[in-house]
């Protein structure tokens, strides 16, 4: 079993930033991918970026594109979402997700919920305007 932990979710002024955290433990894996997810008000969980423990491949939904960054600490076991120029719209409940599975190219692949095994709990990031 895998167990992640997101931190890092605040208040904050629209074109701010924040860092946000994902700590996994217990049976962790040195292969697959951890993604990000948000869920906004009103709206249901979409997908926001992913990167393969192996290789650091990154995949980003166009909303975010060039304004968030995923990265990863293997020997810390934690994934990162720096998020830059945040917009009102950027608020929601910010999830990670694991998945032992390697796919080459698996850009689509690891946008779907599906897609991935473990899940935290989440963390709530507010951008005012």
């Known amino acids: 079993q895998v167990q992640l932990v997101e931190s890092g979710g605040a208040l904050v002024q629209a074109g701010g930033s924040l860092r946000l955290s994902c700590a996994a433990s217990g049976r962790t894996f040195s292969s697959g991918a951890v993604g990000w997810f948000r869920q906004q008000p009103g709206k249901e969980r979409e997908f926001v970026a992913a990167?393969?423990?192996?290789?650091?491949?990154?995949v980003y939904t166009d909303s975010v594109q060039g304004r968030f960054t995923i990265s990863r600490d293997n020997a810390k076991n934690t994934i990162y979402l720096q998020m830059n120029s945040l917009k009102p719209e950027d608020t929601g409940v910010y999830y990670c997700a694991a998945t032992p599975i390697l796919v080459t190219y698996g850009g689509s692949y690891y946008s779907r919920e599906e897609s991935y095994d473990y899940w935290g709990q989440g963390t709530q990031v507010t951008v005012s305007s």
């Open positions: 990167i393969t423990w192996s290789f650091s491949s990154t």
